[in-house]
């Protein structure tokens, strides 16, 4: 008889899937939106500013801690609402064992999860990839005019800024694009100009405003080691937060496993049953 109801039972659980996709997309969706609305949101309570003085707006400290915490806190309200939503939606297993059902209801939680990772991961590649290339695009259209520019114009603009605004030699070529490009080669191979080029750049400065050679290089040391401070910070500040974000993922899935283990335990009816179970026997055995 035990043989025959245990028959039954394997069959009936290989007449029902595993997985219930229309309650994982669901889920997805729902922690989805969820996270576009709280990034919103985010954005419109100033976390997307930063003021670097202390006392003026949001220090570059309060506002790295303060970002931190809200991306944990947005994945865990969205990751536990949508792994809710998968756990309750699934199709009733009719026949499958009480440890088999709260694995695949974590398991519910967890798919949900990662689908949504994965949609929210697309969703903002796709305009990050639009205005990378119209960068491009824009950037090939005025090199035919001009020099480009970018971050390393205002370190270039510091070096050739005259001692004397009345200094000769105003008419010769502008050594700008020149500059700007071997500074960006060196500090795109490594941390540092090399010593030919500080040299040829200390020269170009003593010409270009006037100084002398010792005054031209002590500029180019403190140009150079501003640009260093700043690529620094910069590479300390997208440490931060990738691991603030790291951190955030790993208690979203933990947030959405949990909450789909209890939207699974209360679609069955089976959730506390447990807890007061047990309660209830240690009750009786005291007595």
Same mark, same amino acid.
């Given at each position: 008889?035990? @043989? ?7 069959? /009936?659980?290989? /007449? ?42 949001? /220090? +570059? ?28 939606? #699934? ?7 009480? %440890? @088999? ?38 950037? %090939?259209? $005025?090199?035919?005019?001009? +020099?480009?520019?970018?971050?390393? @114009? ?6 050739? #800024? ?11 070529? &502008? ?31 003593? $010409? ?7 005054? $031209?290089?002590?500029?180019?040391? &403190? ?22 974000? %790291? ?9 959405? %496993? ?17 807890? #007061? $179970? ?10």
């Amino acid at each position: 008889m035990s @043989e025959a109801i245990t028959t039954q039972q394997e069959a /009936s659980e290989l /007449s029902i899937a595993g997985v219930s996709w229309a309650a994982v997309l669901a889920g997805a969706a729902a922690s989805l939106s969820i996270t576009l609305v709280l990034i919103s949101f985010g954005v419109g309570m100033g976390f997307a500013v930063v003021s670097p003085w202390g006392n003026s707006g949001v /220090s +570059a400290t309060t506002f790295k801690i303060g970002t931190g915490l809200f991306f944990i806190v947005m994945a865990m309200l969205s990751s536990s609402i949508g792994g809710y939503l998968a756990g309750r939606l #699934r199709t009733k297993w009719v026949g499958v064992h009480s %440890t @088999e059902v709260q694995f695949r209801d974590t398991a519910h939680g967890f798919l949900a999860w990662a689908v949504a990772s994965v949609l929210g991961a697309m969703l903002l590649a796709s305009p990050a990839s639009s205005l990378i290339g119209g960068a491009l695009g824009g950037a %090939t259209q $005025a090199a035919a005019t001009s +020099a480009a520019s970018g971050p390393m @114009e205002g370190y270039v603009d510091t070096l050739l #800024r005259p001692n004397d605004p009345n200094a000769q030699g105003q008419n010769a070529s &502008d050594p700008r694009p020149e500059l700007l490009r071997l500074l960006t080669s060196d500090f795109r191979s490594g941390n540092d100009v090399n010593p030919a080029d500080r040299t040829y750049v200390a020269k170009v400065v003593a $010409a270009r405003t006037g100084l002398s050679q010792a005054d $031209a290089e002590k500029r180019v040391n &403190d140009v150079v080691i501003q640009v260093k401070a700043d690529l620094d910070s910069a590479r300390k500040a997208a440490m931060q937060t990738a691991i603030w974000l %790291t951190l955030s993922l790993f208690i979203g899935a933990f947030s959405a %496993t949990l909450a789909a283990m209890e939207g699974g335990g209360l679609r069955d009816g089976t959730w506390g049953r447990k807890n #007061r $179970a047990t309660i209830a026997q240690t009750s009786l055995a005291r007595n």
